[in-house]
């Protein structure tokens, strides 16, 4: 462990370093995206208390056919409400035969079901008459099973789990708590008491899906994201972000629980709540991911600071009998001359490896890895992991955007791929999570472009993508 006064010593220095190197902005001296319009970024009016529906007794199953005992069966007119399950987003898919499937071959449709916050189990029998290759997403994007082809007429079983959760929370002493939501997170699907899955793809279609909620014996290990909008659930295409591509990555006995948000640095992730609500729920098993940086360097003389909160995070964290895992930011879109990533983040990776070793905290080094990745991709390959879109070439976006801090779905799947390395490097236990059927991920060999593809989710109301809060938010 390393004495304080060297510690003190090491965060003046990298604050020297950051004051000299970060940039004024997200994205200074870099291809900028076009103006966004001026929105308040946290919630107006008065706060509205979350009505939280009645816990599930056990599993409850819905069929497409005809219903057996302790089975509901599915028709058109099963519309979500406050206290029944049914078709959310204004989506109804066609019932016939005892399948659930697209109006359109295309066409997503989503299912909803109120719950409490917490972690469930969703079971679902896939396919139908037809051919399908499906895509399933949970709550705002969350990326689940990844184009799944099923022969027609065939069914195949799929087991995942979902977090859901709500803005309050029960604090240690009892009293209640709120996490302070922005503007863009008033009616999230990552904020609201239902889980709601996406069923997207070519003939996307199931027979029966079975909602458990993963209480008592049958609770499970939780891992908690915390972050930026690097990490974030994007809600919105085309932007897109590592942690809500993470889930495909993990098998069911473990669940994916994302509280990162578009703006955070780690001084308001904790002034706004978010990190409390997680050391009100984390327990003894659970992991906790932490990466800040992008908004961090905008604080003036924030070295310090960054440092103190991010070991303190550690700290509290494992006194709750939870594994605390550092992951550096990822490098932006700017290279030199020569082909070479250069870094804008100032001294705060290095930081954050400095901390991982001075608290013995398992480190996963994106930073390094993403270096490397997008040096293998080259300047104009690197552009396709990364918000870079002409007018008109992607739904909804109406305008150029050239944004060299964010990503879109292939850049995001590609980070996620980097973090799953990095479990398995670091050889973590929840390394048995994963799902065996995807090969470990070479950073220096990242996938092609031209071969990835995830269906589009439409958006739930019209909005410019180039115009929304997806970043810089405070």
Not at 102 to 110: R, Y
Not at 422 to 431: M, Q
Request: glycine fraction near 8%; include cysteine.
């Amino acid at each position: 462990m390393r004495t304080l006064p060297t510690l003190f010593a090491f965060t003046f220095a990298l604050t020297l370093c950051a004051s000299a190197q970060a940039p004024a902005t997200d994205s200074s001296a870099l291809p900028a995206a076009p103006p966004r319009a001026a929105r308040p970024v946290m919630a107006s009016g008065p706060i509205v208390a979350t009505v939280v529906p009645p816990a599930l007794a056990g599993p409850v199953t819905y069929t497409c056919g005809a219903a057996k005992k302790g089975t509901t069966t599915l028709t058109p007119a099963n519309l979500i409400s406050g206290t029944s399950a049914g078709w959310d987003l204004k989506t109804v898919p066609t019932i016939a035969n005892g399948i659930c499937s697209a109006t359109g071959s295309d066409k997503p449709f989503f299912f909803s079901i109120p719950v409490p916050p917490g972690n469930y189990r969703a079971t679902l029998a896939l396919g139908g008459k037809e051919a399908s290759t499906i895509t399933v997403r949970a709550e705002a994007r969350r990326l689940i099973l990844e184009n799944l082809a099923i022969k027609s007429g065939a069914s195949v079983t799929k087991t995942f789990d979902i977090n859901v959760r709500i803005p309050e929370f029960t604090k240690p002493d009892g009293t209640q708590g709120r996490v302070r939501l922005k503007q863009r997170e008033i009616g999230n699907l990552d904020w609201d008491a239902k889980l709601t899955l996406e069923f997207n793809g070519t003939n996307p279609a199931f027979r029966t899906l079975t909602i458990e909620p993963l209480v008592g014996a049958k609770s499970e290990p939780t891992l908690y994201l915390a972050g930026d909008s690097t990490m974030v659930d994007q809600d919105v295409e085309p932007w897109a972000s590592w942690g809500q591509q993470l889930p495909r990555f993990f098998l069911s006995g473990i669940v994916v629980a994302n509280h990162a948000e578009s703006g955070e640095s780690a001084i308001s992730f904790l002034g706004e709540q978010r990190f409390a609500e997680i050391l009100s729920i984390i327990k003894p098993g659970d992991y906790f991911f932490v990466q800040f940086a992008h908004n961090d360097q905008k604080v003036a003389n924030g070295m310090p600071r960054y440092i103190q909160i991010m070991t303190d995070f550690v700290t509290q964290v494992r006194a709750k009998g939870a594994t605390p895992v550092i992951v550096t930011a990822q490098n932006r879109n700017n290279f030199d001359a020569d082909g070479h990533i250069v870094d804008t983040l100032g001294g705060y990776p290095q930081a954050s490896r400095q901390i991982a070793a001075d608290t013995n905290t398992a480190l996963i080094d994106l930073n390094a890895m993403s270096k490397t990745m997008f040096e293998a991709m080259g300047p104009e390959g690197a552009k396709h992991a990364f918000m870079n879109f002409k007018a008109g070439s992607y739904p909804g976006v109406e305008r150029d955007i050239a944004d060299a801090t964010h990503f879109n779905n292939f850049g995001a799947y590609e980070l996620a791929q980097c973090i799953m390395h990095g479990v398995r490097a670091d050889k973590l236990p929840i390394e048995k999570f994963l799902d065996p059927a995807v090969r470990d991920f070479d950073p220096a060999k990242p996938d092609v472009f031209a071969d990835f593809h995830l269906p589009y989710t439409p958006p739930q109301k019209q909005e410019d993508t180039t115009q929304i809060p997806q970043a810089n938010l405070k």
